[in-house]
Each structure stands twice: as C-alpha cells, then as structure tokens.
C-alpha cells in the first residue's frame, strides 16, 4: 500500500464564502463541486489541494484530514491489524469512491479513500 495524496478538507457553514479567497485571489480551479464540498486546486502538476465542506457525504461528519491510497483493502486491513477503531465505512460513495474513516492518535477523524 502507497499512500497517493493527502487532502486537507477544512469544515466550513458556507462553502460558497472560500471562493474569493482561494478561486479569485489565489487563482486555484475548482476541481470539484457537489455542492456540500467544494474542492480547490490547480490543473497544473500539484498534489495539493483544500475542501470545504458542510458535511461529510453520506450523513457522515467532516473529516480533518483525506488520504487517497491505491488499495484501500490493503490500507483498512492494516488500520484492523493494528486495532484501530474503523468509524465509518469502508463504504462505496455515489461520487465515486471507497473510503472508511478512523481517528489517528490525536483524536483528528481521518478519511482513507481511494478513487473508484
């Protein structure tokens, strides 16, 4: 298992509100919008990018941090094998990905995901 991206996604009431900010001023693309979560970054080679949501999807709270790996089997196994308690999922998103959520050591909710 290789992690891919990580992705922070910062809750926010409004998600409309980052536009200014991050699109006009900073010039980043929107890269994806479903309304709920809005997602900044750039078309250019980069691997960063930051969400804002008013929720998690699927009733599920927004989660801290977003980590994109290429075998989410792989990274939920390791997650049990180390007694990590699963939150959420692994569930399959109608956007399109496989992800569960478990807490890491600070107590930040973390969404493992990987892209269907």
Known sequence: MQVKRIMAIIAAEDVTA????YKDILG???LMDHGWITTYGSSRKMSVQV???SEGGSGAPVPDLSIEVDDLD???RRMKD???AIEY???DEPW???R???RDPFGRLVNILMHG
């Open 96 to 98: 399109g990905v496989r």
């Open 100 to 102: 569960f959520f478990v």
């Open 74 to 76: 792989a990274a939920f």
């Open 28 to 30: 980043l693309d929107v």
């Open 51 to 53: 969400s804002f949501a």
């Open 18 to 21: 980052a536009e200014r900010f």
């Open 82 to 84: 180390a007694g990590v």
């Open 89 to 91: 999922g692994p569930a």
